[in-house]
């Protein structure tokens, strides 16, 4: 209870104890009354007034509070976003070097493979120029054993058996193959003198021919020779050479630097020992003529290649 409300109770006490007031006085104290209702009344507004002043602004303070705490969370939010964009920053460094890094190999990388390339190039060229050089030295070659095969035959082709001498070209070296009936009696290493006419047509070709080496390779069947002039197989092709050789160089003037003796036995057989026709194939003098080595790799020498 107010001081306004006590002090109205107080006075009509007052006014019922002394009831026997005059009027006038009676119709001041119901004045005054009537005032202090209205005080009371303004009062008691003012109060309520008061009172909704304070409801409103305890209704802001929490709205407020609520404010503050959700600008606490926004700002909590705001921070974590902040620290995940740093730690996102941080990545988008490490990545940007890393492939700044890779760009620089990727570039070395290039750079290499560049040289690379035309490293490659230069040895291609290199090859080809080489392959060039074998095939203009195996053309020249090819050429120079083929007019010296066709200058044996058209020598050699009168008077003379084709079985019993046959002129062949294979890679960088000719091939004559002489049978052992045109220049060997049985079991012999002397030539015989008819045969010596083929001997002649053959060294005119090669004194012809000073770059070329002559080889000389005797053959034999499998049957076993043994007597007061030969040991063995070996012993009788290796004879029949020199024989051959000896009137290349004695008879007609092939230079000896160039001879080549070499015998071959019962090896390198070009048909069967199981017939007589066969062992008579295999019974057999080769003449070989090769292209000196120091010729040869002239025909390689990159200075002779046409460009």
Do not use: H
């Amino acid at each position: 209870m107010n001081k306004s409300s006590s002090f109205i109770i107080i006075f009509l006490a007052c006014v019922l104890m002394f009831s026997c007031v005059s009027k006038k006085k009676f119709q001041d104290i119901e004045y005054q009354l009537e005032l202090k209702q209205d005080e009371l009344y303004k009062s008691n507004a003012q109060l309520d007034e008061c009172n909704e002043k304070l409801r409103q602004e305890r209704q802001e303070v929490i709205t407020e509070k609520g404010n503050v705490e959700k600008a606490n969370l926004e700002l909590l939010g705001r921070d974590r976003q902040i620290e995940t964009l740093r730690e996102q920053i941080a990545d988008l460094k490490v990545q940007r070097d890393r492939q700044m890094q890779q760009v620089g190999d990727l570039a070395l990388l290039s750079k290499e493979a560049n040289d690379n390339i035309t490293a490659t190039i230069k040895q291609l060229e290199t090859k080809d120029k080489y392959i060039r050089i074998i095939q203009t030295a195996r053309t020249k070659a090819d050429s120079m054993n083929l007019a010296l095969a066709i200058n044996l035959k058209s020598q050699l082709a009168q008077g003379i058996a084709d079985q019993d001498i046959r002129v062949s070209v294979d890679k960088t070296v000719v091939y004559i193959n002489l049978s052992d009936k045109l220049l060997f009696a049985s079991g012999s290493s002397k030539v015989n003198l008819e045969a010596k006419d083929v001997i002649y047509k053959i060294a005119q070709v090669i004194n012809a021919r000073p770059d070329l080496e002559v080889m000389v390779e005797g053959f034999t069947d499998t049957k076993p020779i043994k007597n007061s002039c030969m040991i063995d197989n070996w012993d009788l092709s290796v004879k029949r050479a020199t024989s051959v050789i000896r009137i290349l160089e004695q008879d007609y003037n092939v230079d000896p630097n160039r001879l080549i003796a070499a015998g071959r036995g019962q090896y390198n057989a070009v048909a069967t020992n199981e017939t007589d026709e066969g062992r008579q194939m295999n019974r057999r003098t080769r003449i070989v003529l090769l292209p000196k080595l120091d010729q040869f790799y002239e025909l390689l020498n990159p200075t002779n290649v046409p460009n």
